[in-house]
């Protein structure tokens, strides 16, 4: 396998240096020399709270494009962003109380589905030692605040294994996957020697379009990615001090995950590739004091060929690529949480952008980071 480096100057002159593993792929799918880093607003909508917050999804309001993230109370949040680079978003266009809708907040898996104008929720958890099931909930948003419930179901897969959200799938993938939609995305979650059925490396299972599943019925997905029994891949090489099994590099160089490694709320589509952000422990990773501790925090862009998902359930990344993000907060977070991490992801095709948010990864201590990244079409 062949390594190699490059440096690619977006508008603003911000340096995003990206590190390549070179793996065979087809000519459709994404290169990560087509993805470029255009700017980014911090964001402080939430006070120092905002330190916490979660997840990414947009829609677009009367033409206009809003970006829906979650506080840790269960306050969904909308926010519009400035036509430049440089400034703080610090006010929302819209807000909803999503505390009494009878889904789960230990995670972060939000999606908002334009097409049929309905906001998808995962309820996982993360501190529970038992396979319970994965709960997906849809959501109407209202004026003035306004929510309500338009169906939830489950899916009989434990919940820490969907871990990150759903998309719909490609129609060009949608019987290679077999499904209309896919949930998932995967990483480390707590009590991990305790059960509950956690997967180090990417998830995805695929579900038919909800429209066809009874409120409160239970789904058997098929598996199309699952690392439960193995361990998902990366570019970077970790320190791992959690356990003696598992040690990088591979006989071909790369990282395994380790514990504390998650994709969160990332996972999207970009034509017919399959994209996910991985926060990854950088350098040496270890337990104490009963939590887990990272030396650094890291992120990395993973791409797979759609076309080869759902023949290997281990299906390996197409490419691997180091994300070096201007952060003014470097905070490498204790234990499995999202603050300190990339915590959320969204791609719009309308503009060709892919953007990803980081809490708290601004300046003063708790602001977040909402990254912009053009998204080159073609090869």
Avoid at 173 to 181: D, P, T, W
Avoid at 199 to 216: E, K, L, W
Avoid at 304 to 329: C, F, I, K, V, Y
């Amino acid at each position: 396998m062949m390594h190699r480096t490059r440096n690619i100057w977006a508008s603003g002159a911000i340096l995003l240096t990206l590190s390549l593993t070179a793996v065979p792929s087809s000519a459709q799918t994404l290169q990560p020399s087509q993805v470029e880093l255009e700017g980014f607003n911090d964001v402080l909508t939430n006070g120092n709270d905002t330190a916490y917050m979660r997840g990414l999804t947009h829609r677009y309001v009367n033409g206009e494009l809003r970006f829906l993230t979650l506080t840790h109370r269960g306050i969904l949040q909308e926010f519009r962003r400035p036509s430049g680079y440089g400034s703080t978003i610090s006010s929302t266009t819209a807000t909803w109380d999503l505390s009494g809708t009878g889904t789960i907040f230990d995670a972060n898996g939000i999606w908002f589905e334009q097409a049929k104008n309905r906001l998808w929720i995962v309820g996982t958890v993360d501190y529970n030692a038992t396979n319970t099931p994965a709960k997906v909930t849809l959501l109407t948003l209202g004026t003035n605040g306004s929510v309500s419930v338009a169906k939830s179901f489950n899916l009989n897969m434990p919940a820490k294994r969907v871990y990150g959200g759903c998309q719909a799938v490609p129609a060009e993938l949608i019987s290679k996957l077999g499904g209309s939609y896919v949930c998932g995305w995967g990483g480390y979650t707590s009590l991990l020697l305790n059960g509950g059925g956690a997967s180090i490396g990417a998830t995805m299972y695929a579900i038919p379009d909800p429209d066809t599943i009874t409120n409160g019925a239970t789904v058997s997905p098929r598996t199309v990615m699952d690392h439960f029994e193995s361990r998902g891949l990366r570019r970077t090489i970790p320190v791992n001090r959690y356990e003696s099994n598992w040690q990088s590099p591979t006989g071909d160089g790369l990282g395994y995950q380790v514990w504390g490694d998650s994709y969160y709320n990332t996972g999207m589509w970009i034509g017919t590739s399959y994209v996910a952000v991985l926060s990854a422990c950088k350098g040496e990773c270890w337990y104490e004091n009963s939590t887990l501790n990272h030396r650094e925090r890291q992120f990395e862009l993973h791409i797979w060929d759609g076309s080869t998902l759902g023949a290997n359930s281990t299906q390996r990344a197409t490419s691997m690529t180091e994300l070096t993000l201007p952060r003014d907060n470097t905070w490498a977070p204790l234990g499995n949480v999202t603050a300190g991490n990339v915590s959320g992801a969204t791609y719009d095709p309308t503009s060709g952008r892919m953007f990803i948010v980081g809490y708290p990864f601004g300046a003063g201590g708790s602001s977040g980071r909402l990254f912009t990244f053009r998204v080159a079409a073609g090869n």
